[in-house]
């Protein structure tokens, strides 16, 4: 995992900066 996070920071990145792309979309499929 820590590889993959220095290997490819923008995938991280991504995660950490749209986070809440991820529970909209969670709290909309409930």
């Known amino acids: 995992d820590v590889a ?3 290997v490819e920071p923008g995938a991280v ?3 950490v900066v749209e986070p809440t792309v991820m529970v909209q979309q969670h709290h909309s499929q409930q």
């Open 13 to 15: 990145k991504e995660n």
């Open 4 to 6: 993959e996070d220095v």
